[in-house]
């Protein structure tokens, strides 16, 4: 980023008259606004996408009405939440009321700035990229409880509960599984992961071995159950909990929720795609780092997530809801002790490699092949 | 946009003040202010949960600190752990206790004027002790270094902190052992 | 690289875990696993911990393995066996669980921990270490509205205190630049050690450690704490983190204190020479001698009689401490073995008391010396002993530490302290005139099994034995032992 403003503030002679650190700043305000734009109107499209398949599997159109193929509802659904009234419960705490609804946006939005949508193409390229996705997420559980406890109102409370206790004990199998992939990497970079994984398909971190292949199923189960998506989605169980936490929000408020549970959809599905299935590369080696070219790998890196989306759409309509207990009891006595063993079997697959083939994720591979092999036959 | 009108008038009709050297200080003028009131208002706030919450803003100002000073690593340590975590087990903790509605400060002493005054005093000694002191300071390097892997190897290494790494996973341990026992549902006789 | 020093270490947390595991496997069915195992990793730890070879170098960087440290280690695996022991047939916890071994045994390791630490980061650690197991096991009664109280006040008292002590830690470190105790000492020999943030920070450790060893004024949490815990877990504290905190507290001095420079002197010698944390010593040991003692005065409960009795034996030490001589710390050492038996026993004979009487009442004593002439007698070596009177070890002690103090010329500090010892016989004699002289309440004998009076003969005997012979080898000992700390042993 700082290389990238450097370079245009050498290049263009009035940007030379400004100070550097106004020109940093807003850069950096500019860079912010563009993520912002895109990760909104992608989560637009997500929830058209989401209700067009949940449509079609219903065997019924789905929306299709507004632009084409319905492509534009979102902005109709947007223009009809603004121009709602804006309701705020009279027993509300409104502070926390108003504050709620910024941070669990913040939460899904802010980490956008590390994620590399291609070589190059991301706002802050930090060497603890992977450490910061994690860290920012866990604001929106702050954010969550306080729009439940601000409203003021037993569903709200309960589903915020439900939401908080379900979200910090993911947390635990999300960040190990994610550990896991970090072992393999040696870095926390996203963009370093990502150009790791270049070459042939089973470069992608998902083909390193069996641990690391049941790495990428558990990060996405517990991703889905932190996203609080069907089949985890009891936070907000409709059917029990009327909304969960966001019961009094109404408007523009309750649309803010709403783009941020889509925004950290399309978060985790570009990290999971980033982490395990290769980031921008197209599963045979080609150079995707060019000025050009990146732009291409952001189109295979989006087409990836997107595939992802559609996972976690299928798999709502899919699977009915669980109880409280048996997710508590599927976080910590299924998850999270298999994470823990893919922890440890790629540590010793890391080990193993590199003190007998002098290549990390040579044993993993060998053990891989035998499983495919044993699978054929 | 406004950059843009200002290009267009011309930088030469609008002086505008370089700031560049003063941005660290800028920025940690407004994270110390952040976390200061913030830590005034969890003190003073009248309800446990917006103490908690402003708390929170606390929280967040120090992790930004950390991050001014080049310390990544921490300050996303400071974030996953006490944001994501132990404050929400406080609120959690609160909300499950149901004492929300409990407005601090009506069962304390009526005047808080001693406690003011030797707080104040507290604070006035540490300031002098501070100002007084010449403290070895460093120059913040200009390109922040990664911490993340000598603070890994740091933790393995045999001559450094190997073994308090170890020890505190001993407390940890120990700490779950504790807390698992004193909230497990009593069956005693 | 040579691990044989961390080798007690290592034992004790394998007993953690095996406790843990056997616990959970045995799923309380047999309790007699668990306990054996702990028992035996501990008796493990304090023989290995006999055979490191003592030096003066650092182990693994943030250790140090001399005498002192070894000593240390043995005299807290030594406390946490008997405390197990004392529980078997204990209080309230008729049998202890698994959870009580293991806070147990990692409080011990953090004990052993801070007693060799030579890095601010280990020291801390082990610190929390020691006391955060604490705060659980004074609340294992959770029945007991009493035990939560105590426990919640001790969470309190140590999270503050705790908090403070990191605050003037990370003062320290931002001096000096560094976290290891002997480069502390090096800059500090540079100049640091005369910046008044340096006198900050010094107060605000030593007013963690003084937590820990509840030395005056951070001593409100003992009554109340001891008076809520059980007898076992009361000595326990009493004895070992007391200890603990003392290791700790003179691993800090002996790296900061060379080679920082005298403050100046407006009470005319008064107070023994030396750098912030001396001063605050001196005057902590003074306070805490005194309102220890005048505390026990009025106490009717045998628990909080011997909490403000620990406390007053707080100040004795720090008394040691503060002079800072070879002597001192021999006296310093010596002291400690004293304490050791003295206060166990005692805790041990409350222990039994209010098992069988169901309080701890002085008053239900009455003419409990004529049925159970044993126990009568038992208590009354250890009272004897506890207020410093020969022929008994806790005289031993007492007379080296005051030998320390002459011999550097404070009289005054002295007299105070034989003053003291003064007002201390008079508390301790009135748990006597209880005993004997005192009508019985009610008619009720104590039911004493063998483990009770083996374990109370195997800790009142050398208070005995101490005091009449051998003690001048006792002495050569911790002549030995005691300077370690200011290296080359």
Not at chain 1, 14 to 37: D, S
Not at chain 1, 213 to 229: C, D, I, M, Q, V
Request: hydrophobic share 60%.
């Amino acid at each position: 980023m700082q290389q990238w403003l450097d370079d245009l503030i050498a290049g263009t002679a009035w940007l030379q008259a400004l100070p550097t650190g106004l020109v940093y700043t807003i850069g950096i305000l500019v860079a912010c606004k563009l993520i912002l734009l895109f990760s909104s109107l992608l989560a637009g499209e997500v929830v058209w996408l989401e209700r067009r398949v949940s449509g079609r599997m219903q065997a019924r159109i789905g929306p299709n009405r507004v632009g084409p193929q319905g492509l534009l509802q979102f902005l109709a659904d947007g223009v009809k939440l603004l121009s709602k009234e804006d309701v705020i419960p009279a027993t509300a705490d409104r502070p926390v009321f108003v504050l709620a609804p910024i941070l669990v946006y913040l939460g899904a939005f802010a980490a956008f700035c590390v994620i590399p949508f291609g070589y190059g193409l991301v706002a802050a390229d930090m060497n603890v990229g992977l450490f910061l996705v994690l860290a920012i997420t866990s604001i929106e559980v702050v954010g969550v409880i306080m729009a439940g406890w601000a409203s003021n109102s037993k569903w709200a409370v309960l589903g915020a509960m439900r939401e908080v206790a379900q979200m910090i004990s993911y947390e635990l199998p999300l960040g190990l599984s994610a550990l896991a992939i970090a072992l393999l990497a040696g870095t926390l970079n996203l963009t370093d992961i990502a150009l790791q994984q270049e070459g042939w398909l089973w470069n992608w971190y998902v083909f390193r071995g069996p641990f690391a292949f049941a790495a990428f199923f558990l990060f996405f189960t517990a991703a889905l159950a932190s996203l609080k998506r069907a089949p985890f989605d009891l936070p907000e169980a409709e059917s029990e909990l009327v909304a969960g936490f966001h019961t009094e929000y109404t408007g523009f408020r309750f649309a803010i929720f709403f783009l941020a549970e889509y925004s950290a959809m399309i978060l985790f599905s570009m990290l999971a795609a980033v982490l395990f299935l290769g980031g921008w590369s197209p599963g045979f080696p080609v150079d995707l780092t060019g000025p050009a070219a990146r732009w291409i790998g952001f189109g295979i890196l989006f087409a990836k997530t997107a595939f992802l989306l559609f996972v976690m759409i299928w798999v709502r309509w899919s699977l009915p809801r669980f109880r409280i207990d048996k997710v508590m009891y599927l976080c910590y006595k299924v998850l999270l002790p298999l994470s823990v063993v893919c922890v440890l079997g790629l540590s010793l697959q890391v080990l193993l490699g590199e003190v007998l083939w002098g290549d990390q994720s040579a044993f993993g591979r060998w053990l891989m092949g035998l499983g495919v092999h044993g699978g054929i036959r | 946009m406004s950059a843009l009108a200002l290009a267009a008038v011309g930088p030469a009709a609008l002086p505008i003040p370089d700031l560049t050297p003063h941005l660290p200080g800028i920025v940690f003028g407004g994270l110390a202010g952040v976390s200061v009131l913030g830590a005034i208002g969890a003190a003073t706030a009248p309800r446990i949960v917006h103490a908690a919450f402003c708390l929170l803003a606390a929280l967040f100002g120090v992790a930004g600190l950390y991050f001014l000073l080049g310390a990544d690593f921490v300050a996303l340590g400071q974030v996953i752990v006490y944001v994501g975590g132990i404050l929400v087990l406080l609120v959690f903790g609160v909300l499950l206790t149901g004492r929300t509605q409990v407005v601090l400060g009506q069962e304390g002493p009526r005047r808080p004027t001693g406690a003011i005054l030797a707080g104040a005093a507290v604070f006035l000694g540490l300031l002098l002790a501070i100002g007084g002191t010449r403290w070895p300071a460093q120059p913040r390097p200009a390109d922040p270094t990664p911490t993340t892997a000598p603070i890994g190897r740091a933790f393995l290494d045999p001559d450094q902190f190997l073994v308090p790494f170890e020890v505190a996973s001993v407390l940890l341990l120990a700490a779950l052992v504790g807390a698992a026992y004193l909230a497990r549902r009593r069956r005693e006789p | 690289m040579d691990l044989g020093p961390l080798l007690p270490a290592v034992l004790l947390t394998l007993g953690i875990l095996g406790v843990i595991v056997t616990d959970l496997l045995g799923r309380g069915r047999r309790p007699a696993v668990p306990v054996t195992l702990a028992l035996a990793a501990l008796a493990a730890a304090a023989v290995a911990a006999l055979g490191i070879p003592t030096g003066d170098g650092l182990v693994l960087g943030v250790l140090r393995a001399d005498a002192f440290g070894v000593v240390f280690a043995v005299f807290c695996c030594g406390v946490g066996f008997v405390s197990i022991l004392a529980t078997l047939r204990g209080e309230a916890l008729r049998t202890p669980g698994g959870e009580f071994l293991t806070l147990v045994l990692s409080a011990v390791l953090g004990m052993v921990m801070l007693a060799m630490s030579a890095d601010l980061v280990m020291l801390y650690l082990a610190f929390e270490l020691v006391s955060i197991p604490s705060y659980v096991l004074v609340g294992m009664r959770r029945a007991d509205p009493r035990a939560n109280e105590a426990s919640l006040k001790y969470v309190l008292f140590g999270a503050v205190s705790s908090g403070a002590m990191l605050y003037g830690l990370s003062w320290i470190v931002g001096l000096c630049g560094t976290t290891s105790l002997d480069g502390l000492g090096a800059a500090l020999a540079n100049g640091a050690a005369s910046e008044p943030a340096f006198v900050v920070a010094s107060v605000l450790v030593f007013a963690g450690f003084a937590f820990k060893i509840s030395a005056v004024p951070f001593h409100f949490w003992a009554p109340d704490v001891y008076a809520g815990a059980p007898a076992a877990v009361a000595g326990f504290l009493a004895v070992a983190s007391k200890a603990a905190g003392f290791a700790g507290l003179v691993r800090v001095v002996a790296a900061t204190l060379p080679s920082v420079p005298a403050l100046g002197d407006p009470l005319g010698g008064l107070l023994p020479e030396g750098g912030p944390l001396i001063r605050a010593m001196a005057v902590g040991a003074l306070l805490t001698m005194t309102f220890g003692n005048l505390g026990a005065l009025r106490q009717r409960e045998i628990k909080r009689l011997l909490a403000w009795s620990s406390i007053a034996h707080a100040g004795y030490l720090l008394l040691a401490l503060c002079v800072w001589s070879p002597d001192a710390m021999a006296a310093l050492v010596l002291y400690l073995v004293a304490y050791l038996f003295m206060n166990l026993a005692a805790f041990l004979i409350a222990g039994i008391v209010i098992r069988e009487l169901g309080t701890g009442d002085l008053a239900a004593l009455g003419g409990l010396g004529r049925r159970h002439p044993g126990l009568g007698l038992a208590l009354a070596v250890v009272l004897f002993s506890l207020t410093g009177l020969p022929p008994f070890f806790g005289f031993v002690a007492k007379y080296s530490v005051f030998y320390a103090v002459l011999a550097k010329g404070y009289v005054w500090l002295a007299v105070i302290g034989l003053v003291n010892g003064v007002i201390s016989l008079y508390y301790y004699a009135r748990v006597l005139s209880f005993l004997y002289l005192a009508e019985p309440a009610e008619e009720r004998t104590l039911r004493l099994g063998w483990p009770d009076r083996g374990l109370l003969a195997a800790l009142v005997l050398p208070v005995v034995v101490f005091g009449v012979a051998f003690w001048g080898d006792l002495l050569e000992w911790a002549r030995r032992v005691g300077p370690a700390v200011f290296g080359g042993g």
